[in-house]
């Protein structure tokens, strides 16, 4: 099955600085690559995502990039800010046995920023 | 603006006790999923439902059951509840369970067995 690598797992910027989460995925058939965001004691909310014909995605402070060849891809957060700190997810969708696809997720990572 | 309803939001079983956690979506979604979240294991699948009707295995099934009573719920069972089992449990729906859909979460259910 598939296996998603994420790095780091805990990230501390000041506010202002810029945040890069990254993540490496196996199967080289995973073609949706979605990015959570999940705030404590809540559920995890999507962010942004890519698709495999795309190699970068951008929303506003936001931006997703793709390698298909290396099988990595990563998050970009510009300008953070202090309501960014979360535990971000990144994940990688592929077809399953049944036909379906499904989401296989990263450990996540833990985003901290200081005023 | 209810999304995805998940209950009871916290919940403290002795081992060998049995429960149900209930799911209901009001977004017309086809797709229903149960995750578990554990310290550093990131998000794993329970069980899916790829439609009203059929339900399938994921990751880690071992221990749970599910039903899809119905287009909008979506029930995953503790038949005998294990220390191993305390987590955080995550009930998710999309439009379809192709890629590229939207997968939406509730906001989790803690669950203790002690």
């Known amino acids: 099955g598939e296996n998603v690598e994420q790095h780091p797992s805990t990230l501390s910027v000041q506010e202002g600085d810029s945040a890069v989460i990254k993540c490496t995925y196996s199967?080289?058939?995973?073609?949706?690559f979605p990015w959570y965001k999940q705030e404590l004691g809540k559920g995890p909310q999507l962010i942004i995502d890519?698709?495999?014909?795309?190699g970068e995605k951008k929303d506003q402070r936001i931006a997703v990039t793709l390698n298909k060849t290396a099988k990595h891809f990563s998050l970009h957060i510009t300008e953070t800010q202090p309501e960014d700190s979360a535990v971000y997810f990144c994940?990688?969708?592929?077809?399953?046995?049944?036909?379906?696809?499904?989401?296989?997720f990263g450990k996540g990572t833990k985003l901290s920023v200081i005023p | 603006n209810a999304g995805v309803t998940q209950t009871p939001k916290f919940q403290v079983l002795k081992t060998g006790q049995s429960m149900t956690l209930q799911c209901a979506q009001d977004?017309?979604?086809?797709?229903m999923y149960w995750y578990r979240q554990d310290p550093g294991m990131g998000l794993r699948l329970i069980y899916y439902s790829a439609s009203e009707g059929t339900t399938d295995k994921g990751e880690v099934p071992n221990g749970y059951n599910v039903s899809r009573l119905n287009k909008r719920e979506f029930s995953l069972r503790l038949e005998s509840a294990a220390p191993s089992q305390t987590s955080v449990y995550f009930c998710?729906?999309?439009?379809?369970?192709?890629?590229?859909?939207?997968?939406?979460f509730g906001e989790g259910s803690w669950l203790t067995v002690v």
């Open positions: 890519i698709r495999s014909n795309v």
């Open positions: 998710a729906s999309s439009a379809t369970p192709s890629s590229g859909n939207t997968i939406y």
């Open positions: 994940a990688a969708s592929m077809k399953s046995g049944a036909g379906s696809y499904q989401l296989t």
């Open positions: 199967d080289s058939a995973s073609n949706y």
């Open positions: 977004m017309n979604h086809n797709s």
